[in-house]
Nanobody
Framework: QVQLLESRGGLVQPGGSLRLSCAVSGIIFNIYRMGWYRQAPGKQRELVATVTSNGITNYADSVKGRFTISTSNAMHTANLQMNSLKPEDTAVYYC??????????????WGQGTQVTVSS
């Protein structure tokens, strides 16, 4: 069974930093893309950052220059380094993996979500 396990978020002051990690477990054949999305109260889930197996990254305009996505362990781990955090970054952050594995053909998998709160 494929699972995505996210690290715990937390409470950070404006201007602070936080690093999120996501580990993929299970029988994995290929990982095509890893990403982070977020959902603030009353808003739709939105893309934060993604990285493909070719190393191509994509960032939301609102986080460019502040957030960095990276992977390790043959893309089985995805990290999101968040710097210069703002109150508007407050949201539940979800890890996403586009992969093929024991769960069947290529599809999206999601983590359970982790709360990030930016407040003084």
């Amino acid at each position: 069974q494929v699972q995505l396990l996210e690290s715990r978020g937390g409470l950070v002051q404006p201007g602070g930093s936080l690093r999120l990690s996501c580990a993929v477990s299970g029988i994995i054949f290929n990982i095509y893309r890893m990403g982070w999305y977020r959902q603030a109260p009353g808003k739709q889930r939105e893309l934060v950052a993604t990285v493909t197996s070719n190393g191509i990254t994509n960032y939301a305009d609102s986080v460019k220059g502040r957030f960095t996505i990276s992977t390790s362990n043959a893309m089985h781990t995805a990290n999101l380094q968040m710097n210069s955090l703002k109150p508007e970054d407050t949201a539940v952050y979800y890890c996403n993996a586009d992969l093929s594995g024991s769960g069947g053909p290529r599809k999206d998998y999601w983590g359970q979500g982790t709360q990030v709160t930016v407040s003084s």
